[in-house]
């Protein structure tokens, strides 16, 4: 039974990294196939780094993901702290159903629903290029807020309202009750809810693809255009190298967490 | 005094209200107002009559995401189950690495099994090596399941697991003790209470699979039109707004529909963390 369990736990990891291992070797391959290895070579490494156009979508994507997270974030905790004291009721639910809308729905639904508005308003305002990075950053602000907002919520419910109270009892204005006090103790839900809004902005085509122009392009979407024709391996070069990154950075962060693990264990 | 701070409180919440009546309300009308005019903005039904023509596509759609959301339930339920037997360290890091595929650009990966699939590719010429004919996978019904199950099964992964982890062992034994055999101790109580995850890993693969757009292109060859390619020719290539809203329409009710019938099952509440 042990080894039956190996075996398949091998075949499921096999199959989520087949398609991650084909890319990585074939960003070393010395042609440009993506299909034969005819050898080994670095040149698509070098064609990368004067790739001026994906370095350019890289560095959009960057922008667009840490102020999409950072305005989520404050938005998100700030209607948090509001919901949470609403009371129990029709408000509450249509609010939270409202919030759930844009998790639940499907993400090319999304994305049309919102070019619908942009295009509509543009041609209000009779401008025909409305799309860009505005639009962008508004509908990626939109699809992180239920994410923030639900990975606050509950921490807010664990926090003890009797605090926040104590401290204003104490000579504590509202606000400074609040920074003191509430803010410290949900800051895990507001950290969880903020990685979660760049890793998704990062990562999002289907929503960028309608909501984006042509002056302003993402990596998914410059990788997009790419796989019409053909992917150059430079596109892989760069996918190898955020792999790298991303499992170097989860793998220190397994170590922090295993140690601070122990600690805890040791006191 | 008290009474006044809540409602300054609670007034912290209106820029997000103000948001999502902009941003979530609003362009969701828009696509009720655009499904029923015309390019002229004038009220008509036509959109509507011609859904009929894409019926096909829609059934296509609805099926090859029933077939790969099974599929998805049959790989990840044992994976899960084995995880979350293990020590803790071990648990965490097979999590990290059903996790971090996700991370890399969906469109690069299902390029990538492009590579892999084509009659010249990886695995034919790996099979030609050891003396087995080539196989045609790409452009097949199967190579587009096949990516659907690949992009989407961390999300059944995901919940499965996180509802076994926390699953009481003593009840299991439990089971065990009342002379229950592995398959009975499986089917009357592991199943159902890892019920929860089972269902909310459903709803994450089937709404994705359903409303797919790219896999099928690519994976497909063009000969397996779903309601997502649809949609977006509508929007990037024929510029039929009108048809295209219509189209969004069915399919978000359709998805509404098939996610009651799922909460049914379960009575979850509305504000879980998510995973």
Redesign the interface.
Known sequence: MKIVSKVYTFLVFLFLYAPILVMILFSFNSTSSTSVFSGFSLEWYKALAEDEATLRSLYNTIILAISSSAIATVLGTAAAVGIDKFKKGPVRSGVMAVTNIPMTNPEIVTGISMMLLFVFVGRLVSRDAVLGFGTMLIAHVTFNLPYVILNVLPKLRQTDRNLAEAAQDLGCKPVTAFFKVVLPSIMPGIITGMIMAFTLSLDDFIISYFTSGPGFQTLPIAIFSMTKKRVKPDMYALSAIIFVSILVLLILYNIAQSKSEEKTKKK | MSSR??L??????????V??VL??????I??VY?SFTDASGAFTFENITALSKYAPTFLRSIWFGIEATIICLI?AF??AY?ISQKTE?VQ???V???M??????????????M??L?D???IN?LLGKIGIDPIHMINTEGAVILGMV?NF??YMIMPIYSVMAKLDHSMVEACQDLGGNRLTVVRRCIIPMSMPGIVSGI?MVF??S??T??ISQ?LGGGSFDLI?DV??RQ??QSYN?NL??SL?LV??VL?LIS?AVMNRFTGED?????I
Not at chain 2, 8 to 14: G, I, N, P, R, T
Not at chain 2, 23 to 28: H, K, S, T
């Open positions: 701070s809540s300054k409180s609670k007034l912290v919440a209106s820029p997000y209200l948001w999502s941003f979530i309300v609003a362009p969701l828009f696509v655009y790989i044992p994976l084995i360290k965490r890091t097979m990290m690495l059903v971090l595929p996700m991370w890399m650009s969906f469109l690069i990966r299902t390029y990538s099994w590579a892999l084509q010249t590719g990886i010429s690949y099964l961390p709803t709404v994705p359903v409303s757009f790219y690519k997502g949609i977006e929007f990037q707004y295209g809203a969004s399919l978000m998805i996610m509305e504000e879980g963390m998510v």
